[in-house]
């Protein structure tokens, strides 16, 4: 039988989708990357994964999952040459809430639930599900598992990995397993913590445990606004050398405050350079004495305008206005580029002046919205792909930006992963053995390479294995 | 040549070895299989850097001299082991068992940025990164967390500091149980610890912040002058839910459990471990087989 034959016979007719059009529609992410899928399935149920998972290894196809699709790195780009595209599986109908515990704040469910769904479902319960990337909306469970995500209050609680208990995965035997578990030392190796971020290299995630997290008694919202791009990063430094851990400190910069004041109209200051969005969280006296800290330490460092919500209405307007800015970037400009890189905390100011020359230098508009309380940049390159030579001037922006960050003790990303994007930088931060070492993690999950192929780890890692361009992929 | 050079040129490539620390969960895992090469690793703070909020320390450092430095800045690793004093940091990594306050801090693995470890063959290896947000690469801090040295060498590490809590107040009051559920209604408590007789709260943030939530917990509770004795047989560790009903017919006292966490210390033999999927046993083993091909790290330790 052909591959479609048995992956219906696995599935259904309707869930099992080959024509040209449908496949092209799987062929990006949220990324400016194109790649080739082959046949698109929709399991519902763990079984109906294994079973896909099966059908593919038995025909020899790679398989990519593929939560919403909203990643930004490639990483559900699927790679492989004309005949041998990868079979894509798409979790967004295994979207079960599966089970809640609100007694132990866990809850059960299927990889394809949404991430904001999940906090909705459980916010009468007084729990939330912390890790809250921008795509929050958007974005699925399983997704995050694969990327690691993080998100503003990452600053505070931790990406997705410190919310994750277990996973169950189908390997690519189509056997499943359970990675971690309820309980909170297991004998043998963090096998749950290995698989989370690896961007679906080393299984299919089918069900996930995560950690739900109480909601805050206390809450201080506030914008405070600055007459210069340095005050506000050093702003960010000195209130987390004082020993203040915010739930979220974002930054934003005068291009895209604007952008989005015009975009939301949420009262944020026009006039400012840099705004930085603060949240402080937890009980009522210590949030009251680390909102007045914060407040003092932003003023003595020339901060021009602070405002603290003064109810749940205005904090919902003014995450709005940060949630909303790459809405109002694409109100600007056609495309843009949407960069991920971490700096060390102390050195937001000199690295972001280097971001400015850089994209000056290259004939760029960039704006600047990021979560600045852990160094995480998110360059924002404006462009008209339409326009010759502007991606190219984007691309080489992104370059410099890159060897910046890693010359400043950086890393290549804090929360879209590697994927295809920065695959071919990994060696900028790791040495042949450091990259041999996580290649033989992902070979012990996946020794026939069935998931995911070329993603993540340079092909010139592996032994016998050189290969610089995957097939089929322009980036 | 640099202390993680040294150590590298040490371990060599060749016979087995394993590094003991302060030897305060040496029997963690079983005893390494004779013969063996017993090794120390690199000592030392080499880096603290309070406004970034994470030090940089070799792993044969003591405990009790990387909290003497952090403590200096107002800030802490909450590790927290037992004997401060002789635990090293490569050991509590290694073993990979947090705490009292793993309720409220977490465990081991999510205070850990950056690895480097000497490799079975040899080689420095770097794993993860000074910052505290990555996701650059697959997750080898975590594996290597808890691995009790049988797939490198921890050599250096970055830990991520935090600031010490300006209040922290243990309470007390019997409590023959069951045990409360939902913590009492606090709010991310420190650590909440029940021994089938009583209960103890450990209560940290702001001062006035304690005062509230110890008034909270209403009347009964007084301020013991400080934690239980932990009880040092057994280890168990079960899904937090499982132990109301695991310690039903205990006797109380025999034992120690974190609530909201599920580890129960016992005072008596802990009992064989319960067998994992063999799967997952399968995966340990190709891990190890793969990081460690002659099985010269560590040797016996671990089922893998």
Known sequence: MTLVQDLTAALDEERVRNGGLERALYNRDASIMEGRAGVVCFPETTAEAQAVVRVAAAHGRAVVPRGAGTGLAGGAVPVGSEGHEPVVVVTTRMNRILEVDADNAVAWVQPGVLNLDLSRHVARLGLHFAPDPSSQQACSIGGNVANNSGGPHCLAYGVTTAHVLAVDVVLADGALVRLGGLEPESPGYDLRGAFVGSEGTMGLAVAVAVRLTPLPPALRTMLVGFATVEAAAETVTAVIGAGIIPAAMEMMDARITKAVEEYVHAGFPADAAAVLLIEIDGLEDGVAAAAAEVVGLAEGLGATSVRVAADAAERELLWKGRKSAFGAVARIAPDYYLHDTVVPRTRLAEILARVYELADANGVAVMNVFHAGDGNLHPLFLFDRRRPGELERVKAAGDQLIRVCIEAGGVLSGEHGIGLEKRDYMPLLFSPADLLAQDSLRDAFDPTRLFNPEKVIPSGSRCGDLQSIPPGVWI | ?304
């Open chain 2, 1 to 304: 040549m640099g202390a993680l050079e040294d150590f590298a040129e040490e371990a060599g490539a060749e016979d087995p070895v394993a590094v003991r620390g302060g030897g305060t969960q040496w029997d963690v895992g079983g005893p390494p299989r004779a013969p063996v090469r017993l090794l120390g690793a690199p000592a030392g703070v080499v880096d603290h850097r309070p406004e970034e909020m994470l030090v940089r320390v070799r792993a044969g450092t003591p405990m009790a001299e990387l909290d003497e430095v952090l403590a200096g800045a107002g800030q802490m690793v909450p590790l927290d082991p037992v004997d401060p004093g002789r635990a090293t940091v490569g050991g509590v990594l290694s073993v990979g068992r947090a705490g009292l306050r793993r309720l409220r801090h977490g465990p081991v693995r999510d205070h850990v940025l950056e690895v480097r470890y000497v490799s079975a063959d040899g080689q420095l290896v770097k794993a993860g990164a000074p910052v505290v947000k990555n996701v650059s690469g697959f997750d080898l801090v975590r594996l290597l967390v808890g691995s009790l040295g049988t797939l490198g060498l921890m050599g250096e590490v970055v830990l991520r500091t935090y600031p010490r809590p300006r209040a922290s107040r243990w309470l007390t009051r019997p409590s023959p149980g069951p045990p409360p559920a939902r913590l009492l209604g606090l709010y991310r408590p420190a650590s909440l610890l029940w021994d089938g007789a009583s209960l103890w709260a450990l209560l940290e943030g702001h001062p006035s912040d304690v005062d509230s939530q110890a008034r909270h917990l209403g009347p009964g509770w007084t301020e013991p002058d400080g934690p239980p004795v932990v009880p040092a047989g057994g280890r168990l560790s079960m899904a937090p839910g499982l132990v109301a009903s695991w310690a039903r017919d205990r006797s109380p006292a025999t034992f120690l459990a974190e609530l909201g966490v599920g580890v129960v210390h016992l005072s008596g033999p802990g009992g064989p471990a319960v067998a994992p999927d063999p799967l997952v046993t399968e995966l340990n083993r190709r891990i190890k087989e793969r990081f460690d091909p002659t099985g010269r790290l560590n040797p016996g330790r671990m089922a893998a």
